[in-house]
């Protein structure tokens, strides 16, 4: 996906659009990158289409949701998924070994920060379900961290953005 595809998204669907895209993209569903997905929300802002802080606020909300369905499928078969996550991705394995260790060590201050490294922000949230990390701890340490890496990158789109795509076009 590119960032006109996602533009086209934006334009022809609103702000359902963000809001479906961005929580495919915290699922971990291959073909999302965030650095693509969310810049494109703050350059689509930047034209007026939709206000800056909605977007913001969309994006942060389908975050959430995203991050909480891996919770989930993380506190309800954590072990296996993640065993058999790593036959089929082995690949991930220290990343997944890393995500787990910053949460069981740090809490949640470990997963905030977890929540802004690449790979590992959407990753964190199984093994966070499977040890059981609190719930309501979890939800707001994630959206802490889902609304600093969502400003930085749909800020990056609404500030830059079209001078980027203005160079590069």
């Known amino acids: 996906m590119n960032i006109q595809m996602v533009s086209d998204y934006f334009y022809r669907y609103g702000s359902i659009a963000i809001f479906v895209i961005v929580f495919l993209e915290y699922l971990n569903i291959p073909g999302l990158p965030s650095g693509i997905i969310m ?8 034209k007026g289409s939709i206000g800056f802080g909605t977007v913001l606020l969309l994006s942060v909300a389908a975050g959430i949701c995203g991050s909480w369905v891996l919770y989930c499928i993380g ?4 072990q296996l998924l993640l065993s058999k996550y790593i036959q089929k991705f082995p690949k991930h394995k220290a ?25 590992i922000r959407t990753i964190i949230s199984i093994p966070a379900g499977a040890i059981k990390m609190n719930f309501l701890g979890y939800t707001i ?14 800020g990056a ?3 830059f953005g079209e001078s980027v795509l203005q160079i590069l076009g």
């Open 141 to 154: 340490f994630s959206t802490l961290g889902i609304l600093v890496w969502n400003l930085t990158l749909v």
């Open 95 to 119: 990343f997944l070994d890393q995500a787990i260790e910053k949460i069981s060590t740090k809490g949640y201050i470990g997963l905030f920060l977890g929540k802004l490294l690449p790979m």
């Open 39 to 46: 810049p494109s929300a703050g350059i689509w802002a930047s």
């Open 157 to 159: 789109g609404y500030l």
């Open 75 to 78: 506190r309800w078969g954590g």
